[in-house]
């Protein structure tokens, strides 16, 4: 593109949107001026307004038209094969939306109306996903020159057959030049994140790309509205760039129809629709042998990076991995001696399906473990998990399996903020919990709880020195377990490795997320059975902790032990 969009000091322009979208009252034609640079006034070379291309297909080698949304965009920022299934992909292979994410959208929803409800908006008007009646009714509204447009539909013609199309949510009339005449449109994003994300500053980015080609003329920013920061200006200067390597690959894909290669990343692909489908695939279900066809990023360790670079050296099988002598990768980029050691070893573990001693753990290391304090079996234990909901920034449970090993008893307690303005009562109740087994080792699973623990000390004037005394008792069992050993799991998360040991949760498909909507439901509703139904999840949690624990510690003095016996042989 020959035209950038330009900077502009954002000294105060936080403020100044901030009165115009959330008071709605109009921005000043002074305001403008102190805050924006000369405005360009070409749109990007790439491409013209084209509004008669909303009635003929556009020319190129595809006889249908592409429509390539800001949805799709977005989708392959995060993953191309989302997107082209979205577009190519039988929708009758997609699985019905979680409880969580449901939740999600409505409350993505409940924010939007919250940030619009008390404006004066002009509210485009066409039948659902038709973009031309969407355009051409956007361009209308603009055209008269209204002050704020939503549900807007700004379309272009990009390339060989494919339509961007751009919704933003709201779009707002400012002062400048553009083929309307003496005012022009800026983008805004309504998010419900808490930080400008850089996949939502990409879209920002389309937002002000498309709307350029359609108005004639560059806006000097794109705007995110965030849930408690409020408006975020987006640097269309660094974005923009970067978003049009990110709409060309798009194009590209679905121009050629060319299907990504499936690639399990759990924290991208567990609320996925298409991800039973691709786990399938990932996992040889469609091959009629689940393990034999295992793809490599289901190995832990096989990242998108590295997968690339194993593939080069014709890897791609679990087999081959775990054939291959460790300095083959160790000059690889992104291996180095110990990734290198650690994958082979890994993958042999899931070859023959059984945990292995961690090559890189010394034998001191290893005897180091056994004779610490907090690892061996205590007289009292205990075990403790959480329940939070981010996006309320609230912790509603805390989870405390006391394990009395000299009595042969467990008991769970269940400390719980029934409203959130209970969050500070549960917290007490934990301290004062804590505090009754001075002694005891307090082991957790990732270091959530212990950032939590500092947070809720910090926010509850709970004094510095007396939470990190506490702290000193905790004991990071994720962090053993991937010291000490590489196990034949998918992930070192606590489901999947508690699961392989033969522990499972009482409700199959509870998780954290759906904590998050139980707790959400218990609130609307009043339905108690929402609340038990998280209980039984966080003491579940509690229990597969307990486990795993245990299992280690079979499994360090059973290594001692093999150490012990080959010393001896030696000798």
Known sequence: MSASPPRFERAGAEDEYSASLVSMSKISTESNERLAQPSISEPPDLFQPNVHALHSPPS????????????????????????????????????APSDYLLKLRQ????????????????????????????????????????????????????????????????????????????????????RLGKRPKLDYQVMAAFHAYVLAAVQGAWCDTSWLMLRQRGPYAVDLVDLVPRME???????????????????????????????SFCYG????????????????????????????????????????????????????????????????????????????????????????????????????????????????????????LVVDRERGQTAFHALLAETPEDEQVAWSQLLELFWRYPDAPIFHFCPYEVQTVRHLGEEFGVPAEA????????????????????????????????????????????????????????????DRAFLEAILRYNEDDCRATYRVKDWLVEFVESKMQERQTLQSQQQ
């Open 245 to 275: 390597e990110i709409l060309y690959a798009c194009a590209e894909m679905l121009l050629t129809e060319r299907e990504p290669e499936v690639f399990i990343a759990h924290n991208r692909c567990d609320l996925c629709h298409w991800y």
């Open 467 to 526: 939470v990190e005394h506490l702290l000193t008792r905790f004991v990071d069992l994720h962090d053993w377990v991937t010291q000490v050993a590489l196990l034949p799991v998918e992930s070192y998360a606590l489901k999947a490795i508690a699961r392989w040991l033969g522990f499972n949760w009482r409700d199959a498909d509870a998780s954290g997320a759906q904590s998050i909507f139980w707790y959400a439901q218990w609130l609307q509703t009043g």
């Open 60 to 95: 190129g080698f595809h006889s249908q038209v592409i429509w390539l949304t800001d949805e799709l965009l977005f989708s392959f920022q995060r993953c191309s094969r989302r997107a082209y299934l979205d577009r190519y992909g039988d929708l009758d292979q997609c699985d």
């Open 281 to 400: 695939l990932a996992t040889g279900d469609s091959q009629g042998d689940r393990f034999a066809n295992r793809h490599l990023s289901l190995i832990p360790g096989v990242t998108p990076s590295r997968y690339v670079y194993l593939k080069q050296l014709q890897i791609t099988t679990l087999e081959a991995l775990a054939a291959t002598p460790p300095r083959e990768l160790e000059m690889l980029p992104g291996f180095g001696p110990s990734v290198a050691q650690k994958l082979v070893h890994q993958a042999q573990a899931s070859l023959s399906r059984q945990a292995v001693l961690n090559p890189l753990l010394p034998h001191t290391a290893l005897e180091s473990l056994v004779h610490h304090r907090k690892l061996p079996t205590a007289q009292v234990e205990l075990y403790f998990d959480i329940e939070s909901a981010p996006e309320q920034n609230v912790v509603y449970l805390h989870g405390v």
């Open 107 to 190: 409350d993505s929803l409940a924010h939007r109306r919250e940030i619009l409800q008390d404006a004066i908006i002009h509210e485009a008007d066409y039948p659902r996903s038709n973009w031309v009646a969407g355009a051409e009714t956007t361009l209308n509204l603009m055209r008269q020159g209204v002050e704020r447009i939503t549900r807007g539909v700004l379309v272009t013609e990009y390339r060989h057959g494919v339509m961007l199309v751009s919704c933003p949510d709201l779009l707002v009339r400012q002062p400048g030049e553009s083929i309307f005449g003496d005012w022009m449109y800026v983008p805004t994003d309504i």
